[in-house]
């Protein structure tokens, strides 16, 4: 079972807005909406998707690495630290 289990409906919800808000932008470009509440509102996706996705981040910490360092493996650490590079830097 994935460690964002408990959180998965809340998840979908927010992913479900997202794609709303990236059909909208879509529909803005398409009616020539003015540059900067185009760019308003990718800021407001990225936002959204920097929610969801340190969401994902604590469900890993609390769930996936906590119960793998219990059973002394230590390989989880790697990954959420390389994971946790690849969130930042996008």
């Known amino acids: ?5 408990a959180d998965k409906a809340a998840l979908l919800r927010r992913v479900g807005r997202i794609e709303g808000q990236v059909r909208g932008i879509a529909r803005m470009v398409t009616q020539d909406a003015y540059c900067i509440d185009v760019l308003t509102q ?4 990225r936002s959204a998707l920097d929610q969801v996705g340190l969401i994902l981040l604590q ?4 769930h996936c690495v ?3 360092l219990r059973q002394g493996e ?7 630290v390389q994971a946790v590079s690849r969130f930042v830097r996008s």
């Open 1 to 5: 079972m994935a460690g964002y289990a």
């Open 42 to 45: 990718i800021a407001a996706i």
């Open 59 to 62: 469900d890993h910490v609390t």
């Open 66 to 68: 906590t119960d793998s």
């Open 74 to 80: 230590t390989a989880k650490v790697d990954e959420l």
